[in-house]
């Protein structure tokens, strides 16, 4: 009996990560990594049935979908942001996610697999009192839009889910409406792949 392929969510939100792992638990292996200082054998523990993903030695030899919901968040005005904010969702919103691809393009590049990023890039377009938060969103769209036109050829597929903003209510949708749009995403055929869906919700 051939064994279900492989998914990876990343991320540092319990109720997030365990939204997608259910959405992918049905026909995928759900294993999941931990971003942001967030564990993965303590993220997988709210997460069942997924399988932390090893701090160290290999993971799965292939992977069919790699799912970045990393969502780490600062407000504040330029004068009042103090270097250290800068650094940590830096850290956490792009070098996590560069990092952790980077480990697993081997096992997506076995597999042909899918890579999703979940960002919201319209934050950028209004960014005052969170421009440090803004300004490491602007550069995961760069990381996305660089692993799509690098990998695109060595079989790789990358489609960025940008959720909408609202500013009474941050980013938009909940954990369920965002899990639901990358079950959508890894339903669709390979040559139907999307480079970006956008997520918009209605009042």
Known sequence: MESDPVAVVAGESGPLVAAVVRALADTHEVWVAGAGGRSAAG?????????????????????GVLVHCIDEYAAGPLAETPVDTWRELFEANVFDVARFTARALPA??????????????GVADSPGERGAYAASKAAL?????????????????????????????????????????????VALPRQACPVRLAMRTRR
Not at 43 to 62: F, N, S
Not at 108 to 115: D, I, K, Q, S, T
Not at 147 to 152: A, F, I, M, P, V
């Open 43 to 63: 993220l997988a523990a709210a997460c069942p049935p997924a399988k932390p993903w090893p701090d160290e030695g290999p993971g799965p030899a292939r992977i």
């Open 108 to 121: 997506l590049r076995a597999a042909g697999g899918l890579v999703i990023v979940v960002n919201s890039p």
């Open 141 to 185: 769209s760069v990381v996305t839009d660089m692993l799509r036109e690098e990998e695109g050829p060595r079989g790789v597929r990358v489609s960025a889910l940008d959720l909408g903003w609202d500013d009474a209510a941050g980013s938009a949708g909940g954990p369920d409406d965002l899990a639901a749009a990358v079950r959508l995403l």
